[in-house]
Structure formats: structure tokens, C-alpha cells
């Protein structure tokens, strides 16, 4: 079974550019997050979505940050513009609805 | 505020003797707790869960205990072997039933097993 895809892995932009991740779930997996993860923290949940609404958002900068799930099944995930403290990498996540999450390899995002 | 603590930055241990990693939560909300264990550039791999209706959850050799009342679980690796040595995260979400779950994690605990 394949995981969780994400693209691209690594990114570099400066800051006030703008930037999208992709995000592809497991097949069949209804439920899918969006989370932060700071070097020397744990990952913090960002969004997520139950098919193709939001179910929590109260973590997402939504002034910079949007997330869209169009089809219930591939999702973006947009910074615009990036400051400087985005330097992080996004997860993504997904699961049936109950229990276990599974990740993604990440994307490093580095903004200069 | 830091819901999941995970308070040993790191920690060695000899390769065979057992590995306890420990984890301390403060939300009465939590209802379910995981273990993932994460490689350099990779993303972080489920390794065992327990619910909060378990006090004890097996797998191979990984075992996590819960204690409720004193809002504490730790993850024992026995007997520990080279290939463990990763960082370990703690996370805890509310009972989902098709609703908000998303995992609050802890900091992470280095463990490095010594050959």
C-alpha cells in the first residue's frame, strides 16, 4: 500500500515570496491534516479536513496560510507571503477518521 | 502552554537492556496516545498506540503503559537494539468519533542505544 506523498521535499525561497505544498493521502484515507514542525519542537497541527471540509483550523495563520482540499483527496497547502519564522517543515498526514495518523516524508521549507 | 511533555531531551541506553521513554500530558481531554518514532528527513513512523480504556498495550517489543490518574504513559523498547536509536514523540488527541483529532505532540526524546 502506498503512503502518504508529499512534493516537493525540499524548498527555498526569500521571504515574502509565496509557496504551495502538495499533499496526496493513502487511498481510501477520509481524514487529512497539515502540521508545522519547527527544528526542536514537535509537529503542531495546522488543519484538518474531513473529505473535502475543514473540520479545525484554529491553528492556522489564515492570514498568510491557506489550505484547500478541492475533491477530498489531494490537498495544497499556501503561504503568502512568507516571513521568516515559516522556516519549518509541513507534514502531512491521514487517516480513516478514527485512530492512527500516518505521515509523509515533509517538506523542509527554508525562507531566507 | 505545553500540554505533552516529554522532559529527557535525550537519552542512552546499551544495546539489549531496556529503554523507558516517558511522557506527562495535562489535558483530561486526551482519550487517545501514540508513539512515533522519527529518522533524520523522514516523517514521523506509528509505532504503538493505547487508549485511555488500557492501562497496558503490547507489540512485539514495545510495550506503552498508561496511567491515568497520574496523567503520565511511557513506552518501554525491550530488548533495545541498534536500529532504535531515532527520536521518539508523544501525542495525544481527544476521542475523535469522526471530529477534531488532531495529535498535540511533546518535544521528542532522543534515544541513542550504545553498541
Known amino acids: 500500500e502506498a503512503g502518504v506523498a508529499q512534493s516537493p521535499r525540499y524548498k527555498i525561497i526569500e521571504k515574502r515570496q509565496s509557496v504551495a505544498f502538495w499533499c496526496n493521502p493513502i487511498s481510501g484515507h477520509a481524514t487529512l491534516y497539515w502540521y508545522q514542525q519547527i527544528l526542536g519542537q514537535g509537529p503542531k497541527l495546522l488543519i484538518q479536513?474531513?473529505?473535502?471540509?475543514?473540520?479545525?483550523d484554529s491553528q492556522l495563520p489564515k492570514d498568510r496560510f491557506s489550505a484547500e482540499r478541492l475533491k477530498g483527496v489531494d490537498s495544497t497547502l499556501k503561504i503568502q507571503p512568507a516571513k521568516l519564522e515559516d522556516s519549518a517543515v509541513y507534514l502531512c498526514a491521514s487517516s480513516t477518521g478514527v485512530g492512527t495518523q500516518y505521515f509523509g516524508p515533509g517538506t523542509r521549507l527554508t525562507v531566507l | 502552554d505545553q500540554q505533552v511533555k516529554q522532559n529527557s531531551p535525550s537519552l542512552s541506553v546499551q544495546e539489549g537492556r531496556i529503554s523507558i521513554l516517558n511522557c506527562d500530558y495535562t489535558?483530561?481531554?486526551?482519550?487517545?496516545f501514540l508513539w512515533y518514532k522519527k529518522y533524520p528527513a523522514e516523517g514521523p513512523t506509528f509505532l504503538i498506540s493505547i487508549s485511555s480504556i488500557k492501562d497496558k498495550n503490547e507489540d512485539g517489543r514495545f510495550t506503552v503503559f498508561l496511567n491515568k490518574s497520574a496523567k503520565h504513559l511511557s513506552l518501554h523498547i525491550v530488548p533495545s537494539q541498534p536500529g532504535d536509536s531515532a527520536v521518539y514523540f508523544c501525542?495525544?488527541?481527544?476521542?475523535?468519533?469522526?471530529?477534531?483529532?488532531?495529535?498535540?505532540f511533546g518535544k521528542g526524546t532522543h534515544l541513542i542505544i550504545q553498541p
Open positions: 479536513f474531513q473529505n473535502n471540509g475543514v473540520v479545525d
Open positions: 489535558n483530561s481531554m486526551f482519550d487517545y
Open positions: 501525542a495525544a488527541s481527544p476521542f475523535s468519533g469522526g471530529g477534531a483529532d488532531g495529535l498535540t
